[in-house]
């Protein structure tokens, strides 16, 4: 499957809609007692605290251009640990492919795919549940694999490439966040699309062939379709399923 086939309409033959969808609880809490780190904070030198502060600090990624930029702050600040993504089976393979470029560029850290091999038909759900229920089907195939290695490797915090302006969901990530059993390290929480792009640019990074066709946040097939004019940089996330969030970063089961 290619994205050319799944354009213009989502796979799953939902109607394409650029109407307002609903904000969720996303739990985003600053810890107090880190650094009280500007909004004009240098993102390595966050990444270096961190570092410091958290020696077995992990990082899980999809590969988008924050995810991309993120690895490549992290590469400067001395970041060797894992990178860590969920294959779900319906991954696109320019993403897959992304990955594999990554790996390559930065051979300092390991990245590590947890459920490899996933494919639709591999039983861990029915083919199409991302249809009928697309939280059931994230939470086995994408929370699940990453929840259960954290919990065998149990790291005091997490590398995370969110920004405010993704969504209005997450326009309140700080850059240290409070996560309970362990910290989330945010340190592109003030960049917009524009930075991120021009670094992008400036460094010549691996960035997903398919954000260059509107899809400025790819997630599994199925469930992402290029975003519109206008939209925010998430809208092509399971639009028209009244879902912003795949559970790993807000929700009940939020890592
Ligand atoms: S994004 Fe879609 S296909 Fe991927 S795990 Fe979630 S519901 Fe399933």
């Not at 650094?35 to 600090?57: C, M, Q, S, Y």
């Not at 591999?122 to 290695?149: F, I, M, W």
Request: net charge negative; hydrophobic share 35%; proline share 9%.
């Amino acid at each position: 499957m290619t994205a050319t086939e799944l354009r213009p309409a989502g796979k799953g033959g939902e109607a394409l809609t650029t109407e307002p969808r609903p904000v969720r609880e996303a739990g985003l809490h600053p810890d107090r007692t880190a650094p009280a780190f500007g909004p004009d904070a240098d993102p390595v030198g966050i990444i270096r605290w961190a570092l410091a502060a958290h020696p077995d600090l992990t990082m899980p990624s999809a590969f988008n251009l924050n995810g991309v930029v993120l690895l490549d702050l992290a590469a400067q600040a001395g970041y060797t640990g894992d990178v860590l993504f969920v294959d779900t089976g319906y991954h696109f393979p320019e993403t897959l492919a992304t990955r594999d470029r990554l790996a390559e560029r930065y051979p300092q850290m390991r990245f590590v795919t947890l459920n490899a091999g996933a494919t639709p038909d591999d039983g861990q759900t029915p083919e199409t549940l991302y249809a009928s229920d697309p939280d059931a089907c994230c939470a086995v195939r994408k929370v699940a694999p990453l929840q259960n290695h954290l919990k065998a490797t149990a790291p005091s915090a997490l590398l995370n490439a969110r920004s405010r302006e993704q969504t209005t969901d997450r326009a309140d990530i700080p850059f240290v966040e409070d996560g309970g059993s362990r910290r989330k390290i945010n340190p592109l929480a003030y960049w917009t699309r524009e930075r991120l792009e021009a670094y992008a640019e400036a460094h010549d990074l691996p960035v997903n062939p398919l954000y260059h066709d509107g899809f400025l946040s790819v997630g599994c097939w199925p469930c992402t379709r290029a975003v519109k004019p206008g939209e925010d940089s998430r809208a092509g996330r399971w639009a028209g399923k009244g879902k912003t969030e795949c559970g790993l970063w807000a929700g009940d089961n939020r890592l």
